[in-house]
């Protein structure tokens, strides 16, 4: 098992939607959020970029029929309306946390700068950052490999409602290998989809390791930090 000091959990915005369609549920930001807790009570900085499916997705009908860009910013406001949800979350549970924004939106949050971010991370503050990385075209993928490199975390984890990295949908078909770990390189030649290109580039250029697992147990965001064989690596 490797010391980690300073995480970040990449969370897509269905997870806290539970049972409920196209909403938030109460129960399920509940149990993400005390999960988290437990993890930052072991002593580990945690920065948690969250994705905004629940209320948004740019494939959608709606999404499919506006340009690129706008659908784009309606995602990102989504990630931040969750980010919003889950920092009430932690506060209701008597943990210190803060909201970063890619833009500068009011008083929602703090514009993300990565010095004040590392500062928050020391003093004992979960992070969580919305917006994306305030730009159209670039995924919630993207932004938590970003967001990674920026605090100057350690690892990416990020959970997925699959056990890890598989060559093909294991949902849909029952003969889709799984790769315990797996190198960038062939993570790109195989073209698989559980994280885009982008955000693999990215994280290979700097020699960033990614955490596959399924995140959808109580339970498994302990499993995929001190458990080295759970979930899968890409590295």
């Given at each position: 098992m490797?010391?980690?000091?300073?995480?970040?959990?990449?969370?897509?915005?269905?997870v806290?939607?539970g049972k409920?369609?196209?909403?938030?549920?109460?129960?399920?930001?509940?149990?993400i959020?005390q999960e988290?807790?437990?993890?930052?009570?072991?002593?580990?900085?945690?920065?948690?970029v969250?994705?905004?499916?629940?209320?948004?997705?740019?494939?959608?009908?709606v999404?499919?029929?506006?340009?690129?860009?706008?659908?784009?910013n309606?995602?990102?406001?989504?990630?931040?309306?969750?980010?919003?949800?889950l920092?009430e979350?932690?506060?209701?549970l008597?943990?210190?946390?803060?909201?970063?924004?890619?833009?500068?939106?009011?008083?929602?949050?703090?514009?993300f700068?990565?010095?004040?971010?590392?500062s928050?991370?020391?003093?004992?503050?979960?992070?969580?950052?919305?917006?994306?990385?305030?730009?159209?075209?670039?995924?919630t993928?993207t932004?938590?490999?970003l967001?990674?490199?920026?605090?100057?975390?350690?690892?990416?984890?990020?959970?997925t409602?699959?056990?890890?990295?598989?060559d093909?949908?294991p949902?849909?078909?029952?003969d889709?290998?799984?790769?315990?770990?797996?190198?960038?390189?062939?993570?790109?030649?195989?073209n698989?989809?559980?994280?885009?290109?982008?955000?693999?580039s990215?994280?290979?250029?700097?020699?960033?390791?990614i955490?596959?697992?399924?995140?959808?147990?109580?339970?498994?965001?302990?499993?995929?930090?001190?458990?080295?064989?759970?979930?899968s690596?890409?590295?």
């Open positions: 490797k010391d980690y000091k300073r995480i970040l959990i990449k969370v897509s915005g269905e806290l939607q409920c369609h196209s909403c938030i549920d109460n129960n399920a930001v509940t149990q959020a988290l807790i437990e993890v930052h009570n072991k002593g580990i900085e945690m920065g948690v969250i994705g905004g499916g629940n209320f948004f997705r740019g494939a959608s009908s999404g499919n029929k506006m340009k690129r860009t706008d659908a784009d309606i995602g990102m406001l989504a990630t931040i309306q969750n980010s919003i949800v920092n979350k932690f506060r209701e008597h943990t210190d946390s803060v909201v970063f924004t890619s833009q500068n939106i009011g008083n929602i949050g703090l514009p700068n990565a010095e004040r971010a590392k928050a991370l020391t003093n004992g503050k979960i992070v969580v950052f919305g917006g994306g990385t305030g730009n159209p075209f670039f995924t993928d932004a938590a490999i967001r990674t490199l920026e605090i100057e975390a350690d690892i990416v984890l990020k959970g409602k699959v056990d890890g990295v598989y093909k949908d949902i849909k078909f029952e889709a290998k799984f790769f315990k770990t797996i190198s960038f390189d062939d993570y790109i030649k195989l698989l989809k559980i994280m885009d290109l982008t955000a693999i990215l994280a290979k250029e700097f020699h960033l390791p955490k596959i697992f399924n995140i959808n147990y109580y339970g498994n965001i302990q499993r995929a930090i001190f458990e080295d064989d759970f979930g690596l890409i590295q």
